[in-house]
């Protein structure tokens, strides 16, 4: 790993000869991955809003007292962010679109902006609309002019369309997944935007634009196939930094792209900016190339099964044995309620003598059910979960003690977990959430009386393990279970991608790699 994937500096970039001492930077954003796949739609209830001081603080560098903060004057406006779900409801995208421009007009109203931190996820579906990131730059543009100069940040899973990659004038993103180096993106981008505006560029707008190699690379992954802890997005993302780093570059992306959106636009992405386009070309040919040559080697991030395979394989593994249930991952876009591993464990022998903790599955009804039997209290729920997305499996049935009951979670709401008891002495805790929730820490355990690293089977509906369940996993799976991500994209049935893609058409011929040069000239 390169310094740069997870470091960036906090020295000030000087101003030059006809820089902007002070400029006057804006901050808004709407960030979601939404599933194209997933019968959950993404209403108002599913986003958090960010405005004011709070949209500052959540990245270190605009904290009061940073050199970033004190060089600009930054005008938070709104940054919506939501839990990956499915598709994002019109009105809800229109609202929040709304007040984004009204605190654009207000703020270009009182002087012009000289930039604007889009701060964005990038795979966002609002129904009815192909490309959602792009509708919502070419609206902004509408208010802020031509002159503004734009920067994007980016998740790697985000899709680059051609109207992003043109009416933004920077655009960058993640080098990690998991995404440990999220802070780093963003001080990366606050950078880069004082960077151009406060010079040796001078007083012309244009010239403080780079040029942009944006270069679509027609193959389509999911993210298991692609976590940086494995080569070859090891050494490709060790690239990308090395890339970033030298003499004459600006920044350089790497995308994977978001797989569960069938659009057009959905495809790997290379970027990079410089001001000469000749270098920002060069090098941007040179790693598409690279990555369409090993496109085939991209390996999933742990060995994978079905759920009866990987379930076989937790009774003789190391515990605690972890097993993903990844078609159902809420942290990728799916609806959180798919019962379908459920239904394989509470089947399987292996309930019947040893600890399982299986998280979750969202019910509200069922929640309800506990808080009425309270803490120690018996339930036979007869159907719980399949309410949002039962193509995979229908409701199942859970009877037994009511383990734990909290309120509040900011995600699930009230949680509750059922203890159900095996036939050889065995216990499977079964998490109920209110709302759709992950489980990537070990406090989302123990907060509820679990200890997931004494149990012998851990089930999360999750792909590659966040940081703290990787630590403790004694060995784990990749379950390819069925649901809006689903691992294997080509039982999903993509329909409007752009054809011919990798690994859809394994045959396909090789594509022109050659990279559009971008830059608006007025």
């Known amino acids: 790993m390169l310094a740069s994937q997870i470091w960036a500096p906090d020295d000030l970039p000087p101003v030059g000869a006809g820089g902007l001492s002070r400029p006057r930077i804006a901050v808004c954003g709407i960030a979601i991955e939404a599933s194209t796949f997933s019968p959950h739609r993404s209403g108002d209830d599913a986003f958090a809003l960010l405005r004011g001081e709070a949209l500052l603080a959540r990245t270190e560098a605009l904290q009061p007292g940073h050199p970033y903060r004190e060089a600009a004057t930054w005008l938070p406006i709104l940054r919506a962010t939501s839990l990956p779900g499915g598709m994002v409801v019109p009105a809800t995208y229109e609202k929040f679109l709304a007040e984004i421009l009204d605190g654009l007009r207000a703020a270009v109203a009182e002087a012009p902006l000289d930039g604007l931190w889009l701060d964005i996820h990038g795979a966002m579906t609002v129904e009815g609309r192909d490309d959602a990131e792009g509708d919502l730059v070419t609206a902004i543009r509408s208010v802020i002019g031509a002159e503004t100069f734009v920067a994007a940040s980016m998740d790697l899973h985000g899709n680059v369309s051609e109207v992003l990659a043109e009416q933004c004038d920077h655009l960058t993103c993640y080098r990690m997944a998991p995404h440990e180096d999220a802070p780093n993106t963003r001080k990366r981008l606050a950078r880069t935007l004082l960077t151009r505006l406060r ?4 007083a012309d707008p244009v010239a403080r634009r780079p040029w942009k190699a944006w270069v679509p690379v027609p193959v389509l992954l999911p993210g298991e196939k692609t976590s940086t802890r494995l080569e070859p997005a090891t050494s490709l993302y060790q690239e990308v930094a090395r890339i970033a780093d ?3 570059v600006e920044d350089a992306a790497f995308w994977i792209g978001y797989a569960w959106a069938d659009q057009p636009r959905s495809n790997a992405t290379v970027m990079v900016s410089a ?3 000749e270098v920002a070309g060069a090098a941007a040919a ?11 080697q991209f390996q999933f991030v742990a060995p994978t099964g079905s759920m009866d395979e990987c379930l076989a394989e937790a009774r003789q593994g190391q515990h ?5 249930d990844s078609g159902d991952n809420p942290t990728a876009g799916g609806a959180g309620d798919v019962t379908y591993a459920l239904h394989h464990v509470l089947a399987h022998p292996v309930a019947t003598a040893a600890e399982v903790i299986v998280a979750s599955v969202f019910d509200a009804d069922a929640v309800a059910a506990c808080r009425t039997a309270g803490v120690g209290g018996q339930v036979d729920l007869p159907a719980v ?10 409701p199942v049935r859970i009877a037994g003690r009511v383990h734990a009951l909290t309120e509040g979670d900011p995600h699930g709401g009230t949680i509750a977990v059922v203890a159900v008891p095996g036939e050889a002495g065995g216990t499977t805790y ?16 123990t907060s509820l009386g679990l200890d997931p690293t004494a149990c012998d089977v851990l089930v999360v509906k999750i792909g590659y393990l966040e940081p703290e369940l990787y630590a403790l996993a004694g060995d784990w799976r990749l379950a390819l279970t069925p649901g809006g991500v689903d691992q294997d994209l080509l039982r999903l049935g993509h329909r409007r991608i752009v054809r011919p893609m990798y690994p859809f058409d394994p045959d396909m011929p090789t594509p022109d790699l050659t990279p559009r040069m971008l830059r608006r000239e007025s």
Not at 286 to 296: F, G, H, S, T
Not at 320 to 324: G, N
């Open 199 to 202: 010079g040796p560029y001078g």
């Open 246 to 248: 030298s003499e004459g």
């Open 275 to 277: 001001d000469d386009p």
């Open 286 to 296: 040179a790693l598409a190339q690279q990555i369409w040559d090993v496109r085939d």
């Open 320 to 324: 605690p044995f972890v097993i993903s």
């Open 385 to 394: 979960g399949a309410k949002v997305d039962n193509g995979p499996a229908g």
């Open 430 to 445: 079964v998490i109920i959430t209110e709302r759709r929730k992950p489980y990537h820490f070990l406090a989302d355990f």
